[in-house]
């Protein structure tokens, strides 16, 4: 079968760093920390009281007040996105929206409404006056199905839950997608609003989250001896893939090629990841032999890496097993030591910093490194300053709770 080859034209985001991609990404450059105290809520309470907000955000500057109050914030976030992604490739200009799908992910919906009416229902004695949206608003799927809505795109059209590989599970799939010929167009992305009590509250009982309340700006710290936790944040971020064909034809701006795609399980742990990277390794070599590439043409991989103890130690086991004497070579970094972690929008936004890492010739650094851990392998991790560099194949690394693994491999573009 003759495979389709797939291209980026349009890039869209909004995350703790900035509200759209280009504020997101000279961020990313200057190595800025979108960590700060928690202002959603009281955390009078809580042992963590920090997390990566979204800032400076008015649902009413996007949307009149009667459709705010249908939509989740994870659903607006992810409309935000979505409109900047779609704006930049200028897809709809397209007059054959059954050809345009959209693929959405999302690690926990609407879990700020589902908070909210649960405790309205409790607090008001068990009086069942739950909202009418309250269900439209909490789904998973909802979000991709309102881009659809507002677009009148008629294609695949789907959510992805995969934990916190959910939105690259969606890239992944439009990928596939595309190639097969199902579709000319995707919006694949994801998008999370998860800084609410019951989110914090668990995560910090798992004793996931860090608990560096009284310096925010460099608790997440990625492969640092020091590390003690993720910081939980939340935003979005969109890609419009294509087929590569359909976008030349119509004089796309093209960002570059998508070109492979690796999943597998650890078949582990629920929340631990293989402690030798078993299930890293099979996404990332799968993504580069799908990609007809080897791994001695890696230039660079924007890591999961997360700040938590066990995970940052599997990951460069396994890129140190895959690449051998080539993984010194490769310039790995974290974008979560800034971005913070977005769950189910992580991949996304990461998959977008990877791929103006190669459209750029830039590898954003990872921030907060004040000490070496020895039990993690000597690679470069392009610790505190970003580096100039020729990036021509890089991959975009994305793990779940429950060994969900993806991998994305993207090249520079050539026709």
């Known amino acids: 079968m003759n495979l389709k080859r797939v291209v980026v034209t349009g890039l869209g985001s909004l995350t703790p760093l ?21 202002t959603r809520f009281d955390t009078t309470n809580f042992k963590c009281k920090i997390a990566c907000e979204v800032k400076g955000f008015d649902p009413l500057d996007y949307f009149d007040r009667k459709e705010s109050k249908k939509l989740d914030l994870f659903s607006q976030f992810g409309l935000v996105a979505s409109e900047e992604a779609i704006a930049d490739s200028a897809i709809d200009t397209i007059t054959d ?12 919906g609407g879990v700020f409404t589902f908070q909210d009416e649960v405790i309205s229902y409790v607090e008001g ?3 069942p006056r739950f909202s009418p949206f309250f269900c439209t608003r909490m789904i998973s799927n909802i979000c991709a199905g309102l881009i659809s809505i507002r ?6 059209n789907y959510c992805t839950v995969a934990a916190c590989a959910s939105s690259a599970a969606a890239i992944s799939d439009a990928f596939n997608l595309i190639r097969l010929g199902k579709a000319d167009a995707i919006i694949a992305g994801g998008s999370e609003a998860a800084v609410v009590e019951c989110s914090i509250g668990g995560f910090s009982s798992m004793q996931a989250l860090s608990l560096r309340n009284d310096d925010p700006a460099t608790a997440s710290r ?6 003690d936790g993720f910081v939980l944040a939340e935003g979005a971020g969109a890609l419009v893939l294509e087929e590569m064909e359909h976008a030349l034809s ?3 701006k093209i960002y570059a090629e998508l070109t492979g795609c690796g999943l597998s399980a650890d078949a582990f742990h629920i929340t631990a990841s293989h402690p030798e990277g078993d299930g890293a390794y099979d996404a990332m070599r799968i993504a580069i032999e799908e990609s007809g590439m080897k791994p001695e043409d890696v230039d660079h991989i924007n890591t999961h890496g997360t700040s938590t103890p066990i995970g940052d130690r599997s990951e460069p086991k396994a ?5 051998g004497d080539h993984a010194k070579k490769i310039n790995l970094n974290s974008t979560k030591s800034m971005t913070g972690h977005m769950l189910g929008a992580a991949g996304s936004v990461e998959a977008i910093a990877t791929v103006l890492a190669i459209k750029e010739g830039i590898v954003p650094p990872t921030i907060n490194h004040f000490t070496d851990d020895p039990n993690i392998e000597p690679l470069n ?24 693994n993806v991998c994305l491999a993207f090249k520079k573009f050539e026709s």
């Not at 929206?97 to 926990?108: A, D, E, L, T």
């Not at 990625?222 to 590390?227: E, L, M, N, T």
């Not at 890129?319 to 690449?323: C, E, N, S």
């Not at 991790?381 to 969900?404: E, M, W, Y």
């Open 97 to 108: 929206k059954g050809r345009i799908g959209v693929i959405w992910g999302s690690g926990n």
């Open 381 to 404: 991790f392009t610790f505190n300053k970003a580096v100039k560099r020729d990036v021509r194949f890089a991959l975009s690394n994305a793990f779940g709770f429950g060994g969900h």
């Open 250 to 252: 119509r004089g796309a």
């Open 151 to 156: 677009h009148g795109y008629r294609g695949p």
């Open 18 to 38: 900035g509200n759209d991609v280009t504020s997101t990404w000279q961020s990313m450059l200057n190595g800025v920390s979108g960590a700060n105290l928690i």
């Open 125 to 127: 004695n068990r009086n």
């Open 222 to 227: 990625p492969f640092d001896k020091d590390r």
């Open 319 to 323: 890129i140190a097993r895959l690449f």
